[in-house]
Every structure is written in structure tokens, then in C-alpha cells.
């Protein structure tokens, strides 16, 4: 279980929530709300205040990297660090090729440049590379936004897998019409306020 | 030594030169004329108070008094290298990072120079001291300046990229490493290239002094050569103190990239 308890940090007013394992809960609300500012505190990618907490085990407890490797933020403008996909993938290259393949992305899409990919493939790209390193939270902002339909369901079903195996996630979306296939609880976010709203 | 003596009708003769440059710019309308005079103002009286002072000190072989105008070097150089940042740290890391890693490479590199290869008597003897430490202090700040210009700018450019590798489990190290490499790369290459060029294409200026100045050319070049090599010393060790005491600024023990401890460049 995923618990959030007093979060707090500047542009977010203090919140409360848990995640339990299996769960996404979608994040929505505005554009500027604070959803990102949110997700990052949770990521621990910025400083923030509170208690976060992984099946009892508090977030101080884990490095600052190991943490991230269990709680992983996707982020919704995906950032690169040399031109070749490859390098992203690190060593498990060859475990990624089955993940690109349900993205509805051919395996020789490793050999790809980054500054050639559209965005749709930046985003596919970046939840599998994220999917690979087999996070417990995935903390994902609008991870589908560039897709087209089947894309965008493929990914869906792939995230859906990692539920089924024990993950939880936060999905930030706009899309209502997804918002209700995936989740059964929400957040929304406004001005800096996270309230928690049911089914 | 039997080296010319200059008096004032001949420091005069060369000034005509700029008194020249001076009537260019007013011929060309550049503008140019007042700045260029107030600089060679300033040169002059800049170097005539350094020569008193110089010789007030080499006159006295004073521990203290070297230590002093070795300290005010530094701070000076300091000044100068948080002048030069476009994104400088906020509060007091702007002047200490830098001031503080010119003051560890040129006081190390300058003791290890007089105490092993000058070896004058005593080590710290102001004639040879403050000269190879200015010439050491002039190139690590280019080169501590040239490395946290670069790296200030460059995490601000490729702060995606490095957030994408902390986001995915990376260290602070492993998520900045290509920036502080070019940091780096960016703050040794000037001293690359002069080395690269000196006595082909430039002849170095402290070596010209010595031969004008009536020293023997072999000599000369064997001190421009000790010169190169402690600078070349000096910039590395300074330039690699600011580059990763600027990556453990702009990060924190949670491995997070924090640039918010970066001000803003000023406009205009």
C-alpha cells in the first residue's frame, strides 16, 4: 500500500490519500491546478513536507534513487539524454522489445533517434522504458495524451497488466472517457487543493 | 641583466599609440574615445600602485604581508569569477564556491611550486611568489568561471534530460555527468589550446618579459615551461572543485536537482 499522509509543499495545500496495490486513481482537474506539483512531491523529485509511505515502510528510509526506483514518475513532457533510444533502455535493451511490441511500437525502434521520434512515440517510449525498470507506483501525467485510440488502449491494458501484478498507480488524464476505464476513485486537483472523490 | 632601461619619454612614445586609437574612434565616430582613455588611465594607475606595492613587499619578506596580498588576489579574482556567471548561486555560494576552489588549486599548486622547484629562500619570498601566483590565479579563474558558466547553463538547458534520469532511479552523479563533463571539457580547453600554441603561434608573455629584460632565452623558456605546467595544474584542480562543488550545490542528498539555488540571469 501506497500511503500519502499531511503532504505538503508550496503550491500544494496539505493532502491525505492511500493507494492500495492493484489501484490506479486517476488525478484530474485544471490545467495549473498542481497536479504535476503533486506527482513530483510524491516522486520525491522535489522537497516537500508529510509522511509518504511504501507498505510501511517510510520514504526517508530509501535513498533518494531508491525510492524513485520503486516510485516512478513519467513525466508529461519526456526528457532524453543522448539521441539514440537504445541508451535509454540501459542493459535490458533485449527485455524491452516484447514491452515496445504490446506499445504497438516495432522492436527495431531501439536502433531509432530521439530527435526523430513524433510524440506519440517519445510517450510509448517512455512508459516502457519506465515499465521495465518494474516500478511498485507508477506515478504517470498524461502518459496517453499524443496517442491515437489504439495506442492509447494498448497502453491502457499494459498498465492494467502491472495492476494485476501487484503495482498501483496515479494517472493523470483530461480524458474523462479514460478516467472512467481506469479508475473507480479520483483526485481532483484545484488550485493547489487535492480533494479525493469516489465512483 | 643587461637589459634597456625605459624612462618616461619612451612609456610617453608607446602612449601616442592610444592617443591615436583615440582620434580613430573620433574620425570613425565609434564612440570609443572616452572608454578607451579611461581604460589606459585606469592600466596606468593600476600598475603604478602595483609596482609601489610590489616593491614595498619584496622590500619587506614579510610572511604576513605576502599572505595578505595573496589573500587579496584571490578575493579579487573571486569577485571577477561570480561577475562572469550569467546564472549565479543564490546567497553565499556566488562568490564562495568560486573564490574557494581558486583559493585550494592556486595556493597548492603555488606552495608546491616554491617549495619544490623555485625553492627560493625563504619559500614564501614575495619576489617569486606573488608573480607565480597571479599567473596561476589568472588562468584558474578563467577556467573555474568558463566550468561553472557551463554548468549552471547547461543543467538549466538539459534539465529534462537530467530530472528523466533522476525520475528513472539515477544518482546525482550518473544524472549530471554529461554536463559536468562538458563543464569540465569548457574550463580546460583554453589552457589545451594555449599549451597547444605557445611558441608556435604566441610567444607567452611572461617569457618575452624575461628575454626583454635581458634574461637568457634557454632559461626563459624553461620558466614559461614551469609556468605552463603549474597552470596547467591549477586550472584542472580548480576548475574540478568548482564543476563538482557546483553539481553537490545544485543538487541535494535526496538526488534531486535543485535549481531553484540558481538566480535567475538579469535582463537586458
Redesign the interface.
Known amino acids: 500500500m501506497f500511503s500519502v499522509r499531511e503532504l505538503t509543499r508550496p503550491g500544494l495545500e496539505q493532502t491525505s490519500f492511500e493507494l492500495l496495490a492493484g489501484e490506479c486513481v486517476v488525478v484530474a482537474g485544471p490545467s495549473g491546478a498542481g497536479k504535476t506539483l503533486l506527482l513530483r512531491a510524491l516522486a520525491d523529485l522535489d522537497p516537500s513536507a508529510g509522511r509518504v509511505s511504501l507498505d510501511g515502510v517510510e520514504r526517508g528510509t530509501f535513498s533518494g534513487p531508491e525510492w524513485r526506483r520503486r516510485v516512478c514518475y513519467v513525466p508529461a513532457e519526456s526528457g532524453w539524454w543522448t539521441d539514440r533510444v537504445s541508451d535509454h533502455f540501459g542493459g535490458q535493451g533485449g527485455g524491452a522489445a516484447p514491452l515496445l511490441e504490446r506499445l504497438l511500437l516495432p522492436a527495431g525502434a531501439l536502433g531509432w533517434e530521439v530527435p526523430r521520434l513524433s510524440t506519440g512515440e517519445r510517450q510509448r517510449l517512455a512508459l516502457a522504458r519506465a515499465l521495465l525498470r518494474g516500478p511498485r507506483v507508477l506515478l504517470l501525467d498524461e502518459p496517453t495524451s499524443g496517442l491515437d485510440d489504439a495506442a492509447r488502449l494498448a497502453a491502457e491494458d499494459l498498465v492494467r497488466e502491472r495492476l494485476a501484478a501487484g503495482a498501483s498507480a496515479l494517472w493523470v488524464t483530461h480524458d474523462e472517457a479514460q478516467a472512467r476505464r481506469l479508475a473507480r476513485r479520483r483526485l481532483w486537483v484545484e488550485g493547489g487543493r487535492v480533494t479525493e472523490q469516489g465512483a | 641583466m643587461n637589459a634597456v632601461q625605459l624612462d618616461i619619454a619612451d612609456l610617453s612614445l608607446a602612449a601616442l599609440l592610444v592617443l591615436v586609437n583615440a582620434a580613430l574612434s573620433l574620425a570613425f565616430a565609434l564612440g570609443l574615445e572616452r572608454r578607451m582613455l579611461l581604460a589606459t588611465a585606469r592600466m596606468v594607475v593600476q600598475l603604478l600602485l602595483v609596482g609601489a606595492v610590489l616593491k614595498a613587499l619584496f622590500a619587506a619578506v614579510s610572511p604576513l604581508w605576502t599572505g595578505v596580498a595573496a589573500l587579496a588576489m584571490v578575493l579579487f579574482a573571486g569577485r571577477e569569477v561570480m561577475a562572469r556567471q550569467e546564472r549565479r548561486l543564490k546567497g553565499v555560494w556566488a562568490y564562495g564556491l568560486g573564490t574557494s576552489s581558486m583559493l585550494l588549486a592556486a595556493v597548492l599548486v603555488t606552495v608546491f611550486a616554491l617549495s619544490t622547484q623555485v625553492r627560493p629562500d625563504p619559500w614564501y619570498d614575495p619576489r617569486y611568489a606573488l608573480p607565480l601566483l597571479g599567473m596561476i590565479l589568472g588562468n584558474t579563474m578563467t577556467g573555474v568561471s568558463l566550468g561553472l558558466h557551463a554548468l549552471s547553463s547547461g543543467l538549466h538547458t538539459?534539465?529534462?534530460?537530467?530530472?528523466?534520469?533522476?525520475?528513472?532511479?539515477?544518482?546525482r552523479w550518473q544524472?549530471t555527468r554529461?554536463v559536468a563533463r562538458a563543464a569540465l571539457l569548457s574550463a580546460l580547453m583554453p589552457i589545451i589550446n594555449a599549451m597547444a600554441a605557445t611558441g608556435l603561434v604566441s610567444l607567452p608573455g611572461m617569457m618575452t618579459g624575461q628575454i626583454l629584460a635581458g634574461a637568457d632565452p634557454a632559461q626563459a623558456v624553461r620558466y614559461q615551461m614551469l609556468i605552463m605546467f603549474l597552470i596547467a595544474g591549477g586550472t584542472t584542480l580548480g576548475a574540478l572543485a568548482a564543476v563538482l562543488g557546483g553539481v553537490l550545490r545544485l543538487t541535494?542528498?535526496?538526488?534531486?536537482?535543485r535549481l531553484d539555488r540558481l538566480r535567475a540571469p538579469r535582463s537586458g
Open positions: 538539459r534539465r529534462t534530460a537530467v530530472e528523466a534520469q533522476i525520475a528513472l532511479g539515477a544518482t544524472a554529461p541535494d542528498a535526496r538526488h534531486r536537482l
